[in-house]
């Protein structure tokens, strides 16, 4: 819905243009909320924010140049591969009605009374009907550490929900590696889901018990996460997961480094479906960290001074609709590549990020639905370079980088998530542009 408003503003401006009314920051505002405030709002991992047009208009010049070489909004899939429906990048309309309103000024005119409150919510265009998140701020020391840190948010209710769309909640996205949450339903009450200790320093503690949190962990409902640059995890009508009446989320936050110490207040935003969910929705990893990790070819070490490429194949052993990937990597980093072949030997593209940046990640949605016929070999060929001509090289001089399983930045990963659902027929024809 979002997007098609826009095209439509976008059409509606060009033919506005064409006959000299001016174009206001109300009628160019909807390209910004789609493709710029996801990023740029308060707590976010932009330096700045873009929610009003008092934001917007002392950076106009600054705007234009960065629109108009591509480097902002930021978008690494090669569209050229496979068209998603959650793309940023900025239609040759957006781009050039928005310079013709820079060129113009900025004028504001009618667009002063913006929905700014809505802005500063969530991304997802409405306010979440559910946030679950840590009762106090946790503090990140500043003394240049990764760490690992596993908190505990229970959750009980009258009765269960249906959940549409998933988003990462914070105060500070910038000092965030990543984060995975898993869904726990604890259906029996003899079990105390709010006693015992709701944050757990797994970097800097040595547990005495094996797991933790292992009473709490015998039924996963559902496991997604947060990358830098990602986007909400959204599904199309009658698709979704059910949030249990009673349980736990957990949620492993991996911690950046930082040389100043910060509070850290984490959780994620839900949004409820009032329809049943008919399709529920299940998400799958392959490489390391999940399903074939020893199947990687050559075994995933990276060499000094070199650029290598390793391969993984992983058949697939039912038929499956896809919805979403999630191409995974760390600084090392450089090509990255998905595709399915068929068992009648049909090659399906599903992702290519040819200059790999581990700052702009996304869980890429299709379209449409894209059908994996049973059998399927899924395939990952991905590029790193661990030379001295990576500016991101973690190590200087480069040394080699093995992945050891423990997700810091300084090791290395190759990772595809697929967010999939059981095919039936005409799935193919099942959009997700909204």
């Not at 920051?25 to 996801?38: L, M």
């Not at 990764?146 to 269960?160: A, D, H, M, Q, Y």
């Not at 379209?367 to 399927?376: A, F, M, Y």
């Not at 060929?381 to 040394?399: E, G, I, L, Q, R």
Request: charge should be neutral; glycine fraction near 6%.
């Amino acid at each position: 819905m979002r997007k098609s408003l826009v095209s439509l503003l976008a059409c509606a401006l060009w033919f506005l243009s064409l006959h000299g009314q001016p174009v206001t920051y109300a009628t160019i505002q909807p390209i910004f909320v789609n493709k710029c405030v996801s990023c740029h709002r308060p707590g976010d991992a932009a330096p700045f924010s873009l929610t009003s047009y008092a934001d917007v208009r002392k950076r106009l010049s600054f705007i234009r140049d960065v629109i108009t070489r591509g480097y902002m909004p930021p978008w690494k899939a090669d569209v050229h591969y496979r068209g998603f429906a959650n793309t940023r990048s900025l239609s040759p309309e957006e781009k050039n009605l928005l310079i013709q309103w820079i060129d113009a000024g900025g004028p504001g005119a009618d667009g002063q009374n913006h929905k700014e409150e809505l802005l500063n919510v969530t991304s997802y265009g409405r306010k979440p009907d559910l946030t679950l998140k840590i009762d106090s701020a946790f503090t990140v020391k500043g003394d240049n550490l990764e760490r690992f840190i596993l908190f505990k948010v229970p959750f009980e209710f009258s009765e269960g929900h249906n959940i549409e769309a998933i988003e990462f909640f914070t105060n500070n996205k910038k000092i965030i590696h990543h984060i995975n949450y898993g869904f726990y339903e604890v259906a029996d009450t003899s079990v105390d889901i709010r006693g015992g200790r709701s944050v757990i320093n797994t970097t800097e503690e040595e547990s005495t018990q094996k797991d933790p949190y292992g009473a709490l962990k015998k039924e996963m409902i559902y496991y997604t996460g947060w990358i830098p640059g990602a986007s909400t995890e959204s599904y199309p009508k009658d698709f979704g997961w059910a949030l249990p009446r009673r349980g736990v989320v957990l949620l492993t936050a991996h911690y950046s480094a930082i040389a100043r110490e910060e509070k850290s207040v984490v959780g994620v935003n839900l949004f409820f479906r009032k329809d049943n969910i008919k399709r529920p929705v299940r998400i799958i990893s392959l490489g390391s960290g999940g399903v074939a990790e020893n199947d990687i070819s050559p075994p995933l070490f990276i060499p000094a001074r070199r650029v290598s490429t390793f391969h993984l194949k992983v058949k697939t052993q039912e038929e499956q609709s896809l919805l979403c990937v999630w191409p995974h990597m760390h600084l090392l980093g450089k090509e990255y590549y998905a595709y399915a072949v068929t068992p009648s030997g049909d090659t399906i593209p599903l992702v290519h990020i040819p200059d790999w940046d581990f700052r702009w990640q996304e869980l890429y949605k299709f379209k449409k639905l894209i059908r994996i016929p049973k059998g399927s070999v899924i395939n990952m060929d991905c590029t790193y370079d661990n030379t001295v001509d990576n500016p991101f090289n973690p190590n200087s001089p480069p040394k080699g980088v093995f992945s050891l399983g423990d997700m810091s930045s300084t090791n290395e990963m190759m990772t595809l998530l697929l967010i999939y659902t059981s095919y039936q027929d005409g799935d193919e024809a099942v959009s997700q542009e909204e």
